[in-house]
């Protein structure tokens, strides 16, 4: 009876482990990938102020 209750623990401890790496594994990717989003933007930031302005002049 005692056994299996360590055993359940274990795998309950184990399981909560694991979805918590994976929260972790989220952020990490959500990170990288909103860095790249910036660096884009800051590296295309010139020509995509020109093409908004072009766009909103021609609704003018």
Do not use: C, D, K, P
Not at 11 to 32: K, N, S
């Amino acid at each position: 009876m005692v056994m299996h209750r360590w055993r359940q623990a274990l795998a309950a401890a184990i399981t909560q482990a694991a979805a918590g790496q994976g929260l972790v594994e989220y952020g990490l990717i959500m990170m990288l990938v909103a860095l790249v989003v910036i660096a884009a933007v800051s590296a295309l930031g010139g020509s995509l102020s020109n093409m908004y302005n072009t766009v909103v002049n021609v609704f003018r």
